[in-house]
């Protein structure tokens, strides 16, 4: 996966550099060592020269839009005067971070007075923030001491963020038969997804499938079937038959991806009932690639393969899933889906023979399947609710997913148990169905609320966080 790659504009006043014209290279480590925290934090940085002047300011912001960065991080090093980069600044479609830190940890009585010139950076900021808002340029600002807090983590989490929204701005999204009949609540028309938000649907062809499957060789397929047996606990009744169609699915697929340039991929299991191309229905193959970056919904949801395709940027342990059932004794819910899930947040993975009795009349309705446990931990669900007047809601729901704790009678099927955060089972269930919250979501382990209202806000969307006060 591509990491997220930022801009660091470091600003600096004329002022201080007509005084002495190398004072500002003191700061030199000063930017090492923020730049280094950057990458440590998941982040590729381009380094532009210290600005000072506009046209320092406008050259930076060019190669920072010429080069493709996802978001520019403003660091202060001393004042800097805000109109002399607001402008500019205001006038690029670029996110705009506001990096809020300083050398000194601690600035008190024993203080030199020299530091002064090195630590005053938030007068700039706080300047250039007002000329920003009032100019109506949205901008983020993450505040704290680069090596005694976590705000390297928070701004490379903002920058992540970035990243996402602009995948989901201009996602592919491959479309494998029909969306489900009247399921209606991500049934977005594809123009308007493109319209509204930009996702592209490309549907794949039963020629292009068996022009593909073609030019399958015998080694890929058996590479592809080595890896499955080193990842996955490949069960008996999976005979060779079927080895070599996941196999051969995923490697139809992967093709697709590539030269289509796809993000995401949905399916609708009952197309298969038709003539697709495909030997089989590929679940194995969803529940790899999710593991790899590309982004995955079922049913032909588009919509949720697009925000499962940009929260995978973020967070690599985000799997598509949906609510099944309610455990109203255990204050939980049960999570699941046919036979897919991201195969790095399954506990155990296991390869199996997986009966379809809705598709029967393809490989006498048995395929490849994936099983296993939802790895237990803190996990948030992420949901894109469609609302009235085009407006989109990001559901944001902080849970624990717990391992079963006696006999498991689910161990044919994906399965995990969501608890809710500091809430009972019915108020969250009542809240998340109030605010339109649809039945395919995106599960994210170890992901932080803030880059998830991040990313949010970067496309336009609102919001809503569904949580007790803990």
Same mark, same amino acid.
């Given at each position: 996966m591509t990491r997220p790659r930022a801009g660091l504009l470091s600003l600096y006043a004329e002022l201080y550099d007509q005084q002495d014209s190398h004072a500002k290279d003191v700061f030199t480590p000063f930017i090492d060592d923020v730049v280094s925290g950057l990458t440590g934090a998941g982040l590729d940085i381009l380094r532009v020269p210290v600005c000072i002047y506009e046209?320092? !300011?406008r050259r930076a912001v060019r190669q920072c839009e010429s080069e493709g960065v996802d978001g520019i991080i403003v660091l202060y090093l001393a004042y800097h005067p805000s109109l002399a980069s607001a402008r500019v600044l205001a006038g690029t479609a670029l996110p705009v971070i506001m990096l809020d830190t300083t050398v000194c940890h601690s600035f008190n009585e024993t203080t030199d007075p020299a530091m002064i010139g090195q630590c005053h950076g938030i007068h700039g900021v706080q300047d250039l923030c007002c !000329? +920003?808002?009032r100019m109506h340029k949205s901008y983020f600002? /993450?505040?704290?001491?680069? +090596?005694q807090s976590d705000v390297l983590q928070r701004t490379a989490g903002v920058v992540k963020a970035c990243q996402a929204a602009r995948c989901m701005k201009n996602c592919r999204v491959g479309l494998i038969g029909e969306p489900f009949k009247d399921m209606g609540d991500f049934a977005i028309p594809f123009p308007e997804l493109r319209q509204q938000i930009g996702i592209q649907t490309i549907d794949l062809k039963k020629e292009t499938v068996t022009s593909y499957r073609s030019f399958n060789n015998g080694e890929a397929i058996w590479q592809q079937i080595s890896a499955f047996r080193a990842t996955y606990q490949v069960m008996p009744d999976v005979d060779i038959d079927l080895l070599e169609k996941a196999a051969e699915n995923q490697q139809v697929i992967a093709r697709w991806i590539a030269d289509e340039k796809l993000d995401a991929f949905t399916f609708n299991f009952l197309s298969f009932n038709g003539d697709t191309g495909f030997a089989t229905i590929p679940f194995a193959a969803a529940t790899d690639l999710m593991a790899t970056g590309t982004g995955y919904a079922g /049913?032909?949801? !588009? +919509?949720?393969?697009? +925000?499962c395709a940009s929260l995978l940027k973020m967070f690599p342990d985000t799997t598509f899933t949906e609510m099944f059932c309610p455990d109203w004794a255990g204050g939980r819910v049960f999570m699941s889906h046919m036979g897919e899930a991201n195969r790095r947040i399954l506990h155990e993975p296991a390869l199996l023979r997986k009966h379809v009795p809705y598709v029967p009349s393809l490989n006498q309705g048995d395929h490849p399947g994936v099983a296993g446990t939802l790895k237990a931990g803190k996990a948030v669900l992420v949901n894109v609710s469609p609302?009235? /007047?085009n407006q989109y809601t990001i559901i944001l729901a902080p849970c624990r997913i717990v391992l079963p704790a006696g006999e498991d009678r689910f161990d044919a099927s994906i399965r995990g148990w969501l608890e809710p955060q500091d809430m009972a089972l019915e108020t969250f269930l009542e809240n998340y169905s109030l605010l339109g919250g649809t039945h395919h979501s995106c599960l994210c382990y170890d992901a932080d609320l803030k880059s998830l209202e991040a990313f949010a806000g970067l496309m336009g969307w609102r919001s809503t966080v569904i949580a007790g006060r803990g």
């Amino acid at each position: 996966m591509t990491r997220p790659r930022a801009g660091l504009l470091s600003l600096y006043a004329e002022l201080y550099d007509q005084q002495d014209s190398h004072a500002k290279d003191v700061f030199t480590p000063f930017i090492d060592d923020v730049v280094s925290g950057l990458t440590g934090a998941g982040l590729d940085i381009l380094r532009v020269p210290v600005c000072i002047y506009e046209q320092d !300011v406008r050259r930076a912001v060019r190669q920072c839009e010429s080069e493709g960065v996802d978001g520019i991080i403003v660091l202060y090093l001393a004042y800097h005067p805000s109109l002399a980069s607001a402008r500019v600044l205001a006038g690029t479609a670029l996110p705009v971070i506001m990096l809020d830190t300083t050398v000194c940890h601690s600035f008190n009585e024993t203080t030199d007075p020299a530091m002064i010139g090195q630590c005053h950076g938030i007068h700039g900021v706080q300047d250039l923030c007002c !000329v +920003l808002r009032r100019m109506h340029k949205s901008y983020f600002i /993450e505040a704290g001491h680069y +090596l005694q807090s976590d705000v390297l983590q928070r701004t490379a989490g903002v920058v992540k963020a970035c990243q996402a929204a602009r995948c989901m701005k201009n996602c592919r999204v491959g479309l494998i038969g029909e969306p489900f009949k009247d399921m209606g609540d991500f049934a977005i028309p594809f123009p308007e997804l493109r319209q509204q938000i930009g996702i592209q649907t490309i549907d794949l062809k039963k020629e292009t499938v068996t022009s593909y499957r073609s030019f399958n060789n015998g080694e890929a397929i058996w590479q592809q079937i080595s890896a499955f047996r080193a990842t996955y606990q490949v069960m008996p009744d999976v005979d060779i038959d079927l080895l070599e169609k996941a196999a051969e699915n995923q490697q139809v697929i992967a093709r697709w991806i590539a030269d289509e340039k796809l993000d995401a991929f949905t399916f609708n299991f009952l197309s298969f009932n038709g003539d697709t191309g495909f030997a089989t229905i590929p679940f194995a193959a969803a529940t790899d690639l999710m593991a790899t970056g590309t982004g995955y919904a079922g /049913e032909g949801d !588009v +919509l949720t393969a697009a +925000l499962c395709a940009s929260l995978l940027k973020m967070f690599p342990d985000t799997t598509f899933t949906e609510m099944f059932c309610p455990d109203w004794a255990g204050g939980r819910v049960f999570m699941s889906h046919m036979g897919e899930a991201n195969r790095r947040i399954l506990h155990e993975p296991a390869l199996l023979r997986k009966h379809v009795p809705y598709v029967p009349s393809l490989n006498q309705g048995d395929h490849p399947g994936v099983a296993g446990t939802l790895k237990a931990g803190k996990a948030v669900l992420v949901n894109v609710s469609p609302g009235p /007047e085009n407006q989109y809601t990001i559901i944001l729901a902080p849970c624990r997913i717990v391992l079963p704790a006696g006999e498991d009678r689910f161990d044919a099927s994906i399965r995990g148990w969501l608890e809710p955060q500091d809430m009972a089972l019915e108020t969250f269930l009542e809240n998340y169905s109030l605010l339109g919250g649809t039945h395919h979501s995106c599960l994210c382990y170890d992901a932080d609320l803030k880059s998830l209202e991040a990313f949010a806000g970067l496309m336009g969307w609102r919001s809503t966080v569904i949580a007790g006060r803990g």
